[in-house]
């Protein structure tokens, strides 16, 4: 068991009769499909269909007063709160800040996490990505035994993307943040803020600019946030790096543009090359047989 402690998430609990219905009313993903022993991952969008915040809903059994808690980014905790009380109107729904007295985990080798933790749930985007867990802040480090690092590293191995190291939030698109890959949207499901852009990139296959797996030539990688270019065309944003390899927002067809010219893409001044196709992807890659808008 390797677990570490994610400093930068903050936890907000969402709780009251009307508590179910207030969420799906404004998140991607179906709420009908959480519940105490299964979490969900999914965000709230701008009503033009950018993403505000993404964030996992993990539900709470009676015996634990019931309702939700979001594991969410720390940074954007402030301001999901106070978006959440805009649309609360009249709903049945308390609104509470827990991220002073509440700490999360996550496993950085997929291993479980102690029974101990508090609050454990799977990682809904990818079973291979483990635990994570909602604890209270109190004794939390008799359970840290791994830096954060060994989380992201994994994370980019898996090639799963992160809100403000691999797209930026109030800017990326759910399809562009691979959300559409990992379970964070449903399409099935009614209404919901933003849902009619989401659902036009759909059914009109017309995200074009994905979140991808890289891997560097010479072994060493980027600085996050560095600029991909090919013939000094910019193809996106380098974003989060571990080991050679690392995250990067890209403009796909640009990127197959350049493959097809023979121009080698770079980031930060180093050769790049896509990274093998993790299994959870359902679009083409540039070079495929069926790559095309690349939706």
């Known amino acids: 068991m390797s677990a570490t402690r994610l400093i930068d998430r903050g936890v907000i609990r969402v709780s009251g009769e009307d508590a179910r219905d207030f969420l799906q009313n404004l998140v991607t993903n179906d709420l009908d499909a959480v519940t105490p022993g299964q979490a969900g991952y999914g965000a709230l969008l701008t009503p033009q269909g950018k993403i505000i915040c993404d964030f996992f809903i993990v539900a ?166 560095s600029d991909a270019t090919a013939s000094g065309k910019l193809l996106g944003t380098i974003g989060t790096a571990a080991d050679g390899r690392a995250l990067a927002m890209l403009r796909l067809d640009r990127l197959a543009d350049a493959l097809g010219s023979g121009e080698t893409p770079m980031g930060g001044g180093l050769a790049f090359h896509l990274a093998e196709k993790p299994g959870f992807i359902r679009f083409p890659f540039p070079g495929e047989p069926d790559f095309g808008a690349a939706a």
């Open 60 to 225: 709470l059994p009676p015996e634990d007063g019931g309702g939700f808690l979001l594991d969410c980014p720390l940074l954007q905790t402030s301001d999901l709160m106070k978006r959440l009380k805009l649309y609360k109107l009249r709903a049945k729904v308390a609104l509470d800040d827990l991220t002073e007295a509440s700490a999360v985990l996550a496993s950085a080798d997929s291993a479980p996490l102690p029974a101990n933790a508090g609050i454990v749930y799977e990682d809904p985007r990818l079973p291979a990505l483990g635990q994570r867990a909602i604890t209270d802040v109190a004794g939390i480090d008799a359970l840290v035994t791994a830096e954060p690092e060994s989380y992201h590293a994994r994370r980019v191995t898996l090639g799963i993307p992160a809100g403000g190291r691999d797209f930026a939030y109030g800017d990326a698109f759910p399809h562009e943040a691979l959300l559409d890959q990992l379970g964070g949207v449903s399409f099935k499901k009614g209404c919901y803020i933003g849902q009619e852009v989401v659902s036009r990139m759909q059914h009109r296959g017309t995200a074009r600019t994905r979140v991808v797996p890289i891997a560097f030539d010479g072994g060493i990688a980027a600085e996050s946030g």
